[in-house]
């Protein structure tokens, strides 16, 4: 199998009417979502623990921590379970989606790098944006998203 250097697969996503993706080689699987096991006195984006293959994975609701509203669970809700590359391990993560759409490729040309101005999140943890006809895809830098703060509570304090 030939691997094209200039083309990537993303796994696209949707919060409310936005449409997100992150690198298909993070995402470990995609499950339906369920009622979590709730965490004391954790911080408001983090759901709880899900039970994963037998790990606890934390899951956080990513509309929160984008400073969107709640998520509202329906029937196409899920769960994407993560395994988030960061500097010295892999931190295993479920980020709750309003819908998960497609894998797709993108080509390098595709992506542009993150405005400044003019979008309603941060740049710091947007990878780039992709002009598509019914928008832009936002891609997600997922370990810039997390702070190292988010990071170590995550992966020591709710660790299986």
């Known amino acids: 199998m030939t691997v094209n250097k200039e083309e990537s697969q993303y796994v696209t996503f949707a919060l409310g009417k936005e449409i997100f993706a992150v690198p298909v080689e993070v995402v470990r699987e995609i ?5 979590l096991f709730r965490i004391p006195n954790g ?6 623990l899900r039970d994963v293959r037998g790990q606890g ?6 509309r929160l921590k ?6 509202e ?6 769960v994407l379970v993560l395994d988030i590359p960061l500097e010295e391990r892999t931190l295993s993560l ?3 989606a309003d819908r998960v759409f497609e894998v797709i490729p993108f080509r390098r040309s595709q992506i542009e790098p993150a ?8 740049s710091d943890y947007i990878a780039g944006v992709v002009r598509r006809d019914e928008g832009f895809v936002v891609i997600i830098d ?9 990071t170590a509570l995550l992966s020591s304090r709710y660790a299986a």
């Open 73 to 78: 669970p329906t029937a196409n809700t899920r």
């Open 142 to 150: 997922l370990a810039r998203l997390l702070s190292s703060g988010d």
């Open 57 to 62: 994975v934390p899951t956080i609701d990513l």
């Open 94 to 96: 479920g980020m709750v």
């Open 115 to 122: 405005p400044e101005i003019g979008i309603r999140w941060s």
């Open 43 to 48: 911080p408001e984006y983090l759901l709880g």
């Open 66 to 71: 984008l400073g969107l509203t709640k998520t």
């Open 31 to 35: 499950l339906d979502y369920e009622d």
